[in-house]
DNA sequence: TTCTATTGTCGCAATTTGCGACAATAATAA
DNA sequence: TTATTATTGTCGCAAATTGCGACAATAGAA
């Protein structure tokens, strides 16, 4: 068995983008009706960020993927020893064995942004489901995984522009309309389309590559990807 | 004796303007000529956030303080129970009843902006002094603290333009010219003076009060303080 | 061949920003 | 009293950025 820094936990917010819509990955616990975010402890020896990427990993397969702190929350309010209670003797946990969960914990919180095509969402061994839902369309979250989630989307938001961090939810090649969508899902607005490309172009980062054929009656988008990448 | 939340700590970075210089409060431990930005831990009935503005009320007596909070350091690389047994042997404290402080910790940092003239700056038990230091010539500091400063630039440079935040390092009133000394000094740059007034003017927060004579031989500047406070 | 939906660009107005010009001081020197 | 000096508040204009409509260029369907 593992052994974990007691008090310390992690969150994630792992946003991934279909049908239009920005989605997160969620868990729901055996028997209890409770859902949460995908998180995790830090184990003595593991550096905090390597642990969230280790949570990463196990939930959605990925390696590699972009991943940002945004906050940590550590208020008493969100102590309720009672619920993890509940999600422990729903799996036939002994409380004993167990008793550090059962304590207060501060949690660091991180986003990331994937592919969503190359996820493959597996549930832990407390938890029956890891699925997407579209962020406006959340089911009831435990203790405060509501309020990370508003922080993360608004952080999120906040940094949208460093270099193109949002054109990571997308795959290797895309195009500049889908990258709009992207804004638009996570600033929740609108935006002007042709100074949207231009603002893009100009960034100078973008390689354009062959067009992108949806077999819909109408002119193609040219694929873009990153200047850098290999290919 | 108070009872702490195990591996969790917290760091403050304590910013002051004063010499036309950015400077942060600096504690040096007894017998060690260790320095270290203030700190402290968290009460297992306090929220992270109050433990924190707790400790700047120690340090430097003032409440309300603009605080936020930027970056959780998590790495193992920080744990380095050598140099805290250094610091508690030094003030001759038991290591058999403080050795929850030779564990590993988890560090969230916040960095703080106040008026540098309402501060008393005062020392804890561990330490014989708590001074100001310029940015630019801190001493060494102890484990990753030089980093945690760099970050808290880093991100105090980015905030910067939310609703003037770096009027928070000035008296109530001040005028535009000092607060573009402010800019300057966290930005590390120079900045164009009348864009820099017409700029700051144009947000329309501030209210004109009458001008500052400053004794020397040239037109004096008006001071200017939020619209919204009293008096 | 015509029609429809969407994309890539361009042009122009509106807004923001960089920067010099210049008048208005506040104290000192003549 | 009258210059002189250093600094501040504004204005004007050019350059850069952004919002938005116009329009040609498609890709496929009718």
């Not at 819509?21 to 184990?43: E, Q, R, S, W």
């Not at 493959?120 to 990370?148: F, G, K």
């Not at 922080?151 to 990258?179: S, Y």
């Amino acid at each position: 068995m593992r052994n974990f820094l007691s008090h310390i936990a992690f969150d994630s917010v792992i946003f991934g983008f279909s049908g239009e819509k920005l989605k997160i990955l969620i868990m729901k616990y055996h028997n209890t009706g409770l859902y949460a975010l995908p998180g995790g402890f830090v184990d003595l020896n593991e550096n905090l960020n390597d642990a969230v990427r280790r949570g990463l990993k196990e939930r959605t397969g990925l390696d590699n993927i972009y991943l940002e702190q945004f906050y940590t929350f550590g208020d008493v309010a969100r102590y309720k020893p009672e619920i993890m209670q509940t999600i422990l003797e729903a799996n036939g946990k002994s409380l004993e064995e167990n008793h550090w969960m059962l304590e207060r914990f501060i949690s660091v919180a991180y986003y990331a942004l994937i592919n969503y095509d190359k996820v493959v969402p597996t549930p832990d061994t407390l938890s029956d489901s890891c699925t997407w839902y579209a962020v406006d369309e959340l089911p009831n979250l435990m203790l405060d995984h509501r309020e990370i989630v508003q922080r993360a989307l608004k952080t999120l938001g906040e940094n949208l522009d460093k270099k193109l961090v949002g054109a990571n939810l997308l795959p290797t090649r895309f195009t500049i309309p889908t990258l709009q969508k992207v804004y638009e899902a996570i600033l929740g607005e609108k935006l002007n389309r042709t100074a949207f490309q231009r603002k893009i172009l100009s960034l100078g980062i973008l390689k354009r590559h062959e067009k992108e054929y949806s077999g819909k009656a109408h002119k193609a988008p040219y694929l873009y990807s990153f200047e850098s990448e290999a290919k």
